[in-house]
T-cell receptor, first 117, second 111 residues
Framework: GAVVSQHPSRVICKSGTSVKIECRSL??????MFWYRQFPKQSLMLMAT?????????EQGVEKDKFLINHASLTLSTLTVTSAHPEDSSFYIC?????????????FGPGTRLTVL | AQRVTQPEKLLSVFKGAPVELKCNYS??????LFWYVQYSRQRLQLLLR??SRESIKGFTADLNKGETSFHLKKPFAQEEDSAMYYC?????????????FGQGTILTVHP
């Protein structure tokens, strides 16, 4: 199957700093990627849709100025958590649908554990 | 807006027992439904989708449009089935590609 990677796998930062998380599709091109947030033993909450070459689409209640998304190429999307605070601590997961053989199958990254002190 | 409900947060069974993880949905269009599984310390992965009508690892799920359900079933649970299971709905139209997840069910299969 297709592979999606995330970097870093975990990061600890001080309150007020910014953190960048990368999501890469390793063996296929992804014009769209999705960013989720997952709390311990809870569901995945869609934050935004990352679109290559255009602005990201954010879900209701997600601050676009706080969670900056850049889809610089067909294989890379980045999520930057700006001025991070302890309440931003969470598990962030990206996914990418692959057009072939079926656009409807999405492949998930391993996730990034963010801890804000 | 679409919604996916998994009423059971926790489900415990003994090895060899049948298991059913419930999933109900609400969606105005024609739904495409999936079950995803997340084993301990692993990434989320697709288990099965309703359009394939296949059995994966002994699991099956049938879409019941009348009851708006997509329950996941396995006749004889195994210890390695212990994991978090998510039911998900794929929206169409302008929301194409966006998955809506249920709250998840943690399945524990005891020896």
């Amino acid at each position: 199957g297709a592979v999606v990677s995330q970097h870093p796998s975990r990061v600890i930062c001080k309150s007020g700093t910014s953190v960048k998380i990368e999501c890469r599709s390793l063996d296929f091109q992804a014009t769209t990627m999705f960013w989720y947030r997952q709390f311990p033993k809870q569901s995945l909450m869609l934050m935004a849709t990352s679109n290559e070459g255009s602005k990201a689409t954010y879900e209701q209640g997600v601050e676009k100025d706080k969670f900056l998304i850049n889809h610089a190429s067909l294989t890379l999307s980045t999520l930057t958590v700006t001025s991070a605070h302890p309440e931003d601590s969470s598990f962030y997961i990206c996914s990418a649908p692959r057009a072939e053989p079926s656009y409807n199958e999405q492949f998930f990254g391993p996730g990034t554990r963010l801890t804000v002190l | 807006a679409q919604r996916v409900t998994q009423p059971e947060k926790l489900l415990s069974v003994f090895k060899g027992a049948p298991v059913e993880l419930k999933c109900n949905y609400s969606y105005s269009g024609s739904p495409e439904l999936f079950w995803y599984v997340q084993y301990s310390r692993q990434r989320l992965q697709l288990l099965l989708r309703h359009i394939s009508r296949e059995s994966i690892k002994g699991f099956t799920a049938d879409l019941n449009k009348g009851e708006t359900s997509f329950h996941l079933k396995k006749p004889f649970a195994q210890e390695e089935d212990s994991a978090m299971y998510y039911c998900a709905l794929l929206a169409g139209g302008t929301s194409y590609g966006k998955l809506t997840f249920g709250q998840g069910t943690i399945l524990t299969v005891h020896p």
